[in-house]
Nanobody, 117 residues
Framework: QVQLVESGGGLVQAGGSLRLSCAAS????????MGWYRQAPGKQRELVAQ???????RYADSVKGRFTISRDNANNTVYLQMNSLKPEDTAVYYC???????????WGQGTQVTVSS
């Protein structure tokens, strides 16, 4: 079982920046593909960004050029740097981990990001 703990959410004005962190309780972090998802009120959870165990990244069109996902395998942590934030980025952001060996999937508890206009 892998536990994921997100941090770094909060309230920010439009145009501002936040960095989310997700720490994983595993000694084999490097085998996990990691992702950030978000869910706004009344909407479905959607993919924001992914990074594979080989450091290949993928982004939702809505965040390309503004958000950057990265990982630190030595510290079992994945980050989401969010710049030029918009009110429509307001959501609960969830960290996701998926093993490339067993395909087991884990979720964090979520962290709230609120962008004021």
């Amino acid at each position: 079982q892998v536990q994921l703990v997100e941090s770094g959410g909060g309230l920010v004005q439009a145009g501002g920046s936040l960095r989310l962190s997700c720490a994983a309780s595993t000694t084999i972090f490097s085998i996990f593909g990691m992702g950030w998802y978000r869910q706004a009120p009344g909407k479905q959870r959607e993919l924001v960004a992914q990074i594979t165990s080989g450091d290949t990244t993928r982004y939702a069109d809505s965040v390309k050029g503004r958000f950057t996902i990265s990982r630190d395998n030595a510290n079992n942590t994945v980050y989401l740097q969010m710049n030029s934030l918009k009110p429509e980025d307001t959501a609960v952001y969830y960290c996701n981990a998926r093993s490339r060996i067993t395909y087991a999937t884990y979720w964090g508890q979520g962290t709230q990001v609120t962008v004021s206009s």
